[in-house]
């Protein structure tokens, strides 16, 4: 049987209907922001972001730009009505504290039982770079991971150990990926659900690990 | 009577000494206080730790610092940035070293200076190369009702540089939008705190609910002309 991958904004979306009215959530820099997109309409969920916001909005119009007010990634955002800004210390104090509900994040791999490592490919010579990658691995209630789930050689970013430099032990929940939602729990993959037309024996042999049935 | 307002950035800058530690708020090129880092270059100090989330955008700002050479020693979160080429530089060439700090343990090891306490168990980094001193050998650990954490120490400023939106003579402080960011938290960790602003306000005209930064905790603030925030530290859209 044939199958299609999730696209970008399919995948984004199928994120968005995970997140229920009133979770506090981080989106982290890259397709993660995606998500924001997609969120179901009627259901109201405050954006949190590391540099000291609650409340970001969408980027503003075209000249309406005031960097002042930028999300992680440094590019210009809004502030919705009730949204509110406080300093770094505080900002992590709420990760940190098990205060947000939800974050997503982008890997270069996942393990089965939820190591991360998305923060270096550990390539000598690379300058490394760390931001709030290690802190929002490990502070939320939940942390989602968002990404193709084979690179473009077609190995698995889903693994039983990671090779790259860790960003956090555990603390992978779910991931959601182009092919499949998969839960890691300390007994490894356990199977979510996957795009048409995939079957199961076809996924495991992807990923090359054991995923329990749904 | 108290008079914290400094009648110009090299006034407030007087007695910044050689080694200094010297913390800069700022995140990408939010809340970066341009004009006293133009100061700090002016005044000449040499052999500087400089602490800020990044490590300088463009020629300006902490990358003009950079290139000067009077920095010995960057601790920061993210120097890889799309427009970092004056650190790249000095860092693949062992000009400059490096601590990378995770960014939500950089600011707590700031607000622990601040606030007095020795050492603390954070959960970030637990397990990852980042728990590991400068020569490699493994940072405290401790296992507490069942969670991993690894010790971290505060990190001590000399002097703090942070840009507010508004102050009185009193030092007191309010800031615009994210470019709050590390500024309050920085006042607290150093020993010399200014912070340039682009009003004065008259002593009894802040709400006393708002302020961000009690003025116990800065020691000169200075005005600087107003201008727009640049955009500064991450790729275009294609």
Redesign the interface.
């Known amino acids: 049987m044939s199958y299609t991958r999730r696209t970008k904004d399919e995948l984004a979306r199928r994120v968005a209907q995970d997140i229920h009215d009133g979770a506090y959530v981080n989106l982290g820099i890259g397709q993660p922001t995606l998500v924001a997109n997609h969120l179901p309409p009627g259901i109201e969920v405050v954006l949190h972001?590391?540099?000291?916001?609650l409340g970001m909005g969408p980027a503003p119009a075209a000249g309406e730009?005031?960097?002042?007010?930028?999300n992680a990634?440094?590019?210009?955002v809004t502030?919705l009505p009730g949204g509110v800004?406080?300093?770094?210390?505080d900002?992590?104090?709420m990760?940190?504290g098990g205060h947000l509900d939800i974050c997503v994040l982008g890997a270069f791999q996942v393990s089965a039982t939820g190591d991360l490592a998305n923060w270096?490919t550990g390539e000598a010579?690379?300058?490394?770079?760390?931001?709030?990658?290690?802190?929002l691995a490990?502070?939320a209630k939940q942390t989602w991971v968002m990404m193709d789930l084979l690179t473009k050689q077609g190995a698995s970013k889903v693994v039983a150990q990671c090779s790259y430099?860790?960003?956090?032990?555990g603390c992978v929940k779910r991931i959601y990926s182009d092919l499949a939602t998969l839960a890691c729990t300390p007994q490894g993959l356990k199977l979510i659900d996957k795009v048409e037309g995939l079957e199961h024996a076809e996924l495991e042999k992807l990923v090359g690990l054991p995923i329990a049935a749904a | 009577m108290i008079n914290k307002i400094a009648a110009s950035v090299a006034e407030a800058l007087t007695g910044i000494a050689d080694g200094a530690t010297v913390l800069i708020g700022g995140?990408?090129?939010?809340?970066i206080p341009g004009e006293l880092i133009d100061g700090l270059i002016d005044q000449g100090a040499r052999e500087l730790t400089v602490v800020n989330?990044n490590a300088g955008n463009g020629d300006t700002g902490l990358a003009a610092l950079l290139k000067t050479g009077r920095v010995r020693k960057v601790i920061c979160?993210?120097?890889?940035?799309a427009d970092?080429h004056v650190?790249?530089a000095l860092?693949?060439s062992g000009q400059l070293e490096?601590e990378?700090?995770?960014?939500?343990?950089?600011?707590?090891r700031?607000?622990a200076a601040g606030a007095g306490i020795g050492a603390f168990f954070?959960?970030?980094?637990?397990?990852?190369?980042?728990a590991k001193n400068a020569d490699g050998s493994p940072k405290e650990t401790r296992v507490i009702n069942g969670k991993?954490y690894v010790l971290e120490y505060p990190i001590f400023g000399d002097v703090a540089l942070i840009k507010a939106e508004r102050g009185d003579r009193w030092g007191n402080l309010t800031?615009?939008?994210?470019?709050?960011?590390?500024?309050?938290?920085m006042a607290t960790a150093a020993r010399r705190t200014i912070a340039s602003v682009y009003e004065i306000a008259e002593l009894g005209s802040f709400d006393p609910e708002a302020v961000?930064t009690p003025g116990i905790h800065v020691s000169a603030i200075v005005q600087i002309p107003r201008v727009?925030?640049?955009?500064?530290?991450?790729k275009a859209a294609a």
Not at chain 1, 49 to 53: K, L, R, T
Not at chain 2, 124 to 130: A, I, K, P, Q
């Open positions: 972001s590391e540099n000291g916001i730009e005031d960097y002042d007010l930028i990634g440094k590019q210009p502030l800004f406080f300093h770094h210390a900002s992590f104090a990760m940190r270096s010579g690379s300058i490394p770079a760390v931001g709030g990658a290690m802190d490990i502070g430099p860790l960003t956090g032990i | 995140f990408g090129t939010a809340g989330n979160s993210f120097p890889r940035q970092s650190f790249d860092y693949r490096l990378l700090v995770p960014q939500g343990n950089l600011a707590e700031l607000r954070t959960p970030t980094g637990f397990g990852t190369e980042l991993s800031y615009r939008k994210a470019a709050r960011n590390f500024g309050p938290v961000v727009a925030t640049q955009a500064g530290g991450f």
